[in-house]
């Protein structure tokens, strides 16, 4: 997963493109590859 240096002085369009998502979040698609490439989210 990528690593934003100083998020808080990124605008929200490269924040996107880091992430590689939009406004509307992950398609299905996307959303079910990064759930078995990462794993679900968790607070540890």
Known sequence: MA???NP???SIEEIF???KTTPNGLSDKEAKKRL???GPN???
């Open 3 to 5: 690593i934003i240096d």
């Open 8 to 10: 808080h002085a990124t």
């Open 17 to 19: 493109k880091i992430l």
């Open 36 to 38: 078995e490439q990462y």
């Open 42 to 44: 968790e607070l540890i």
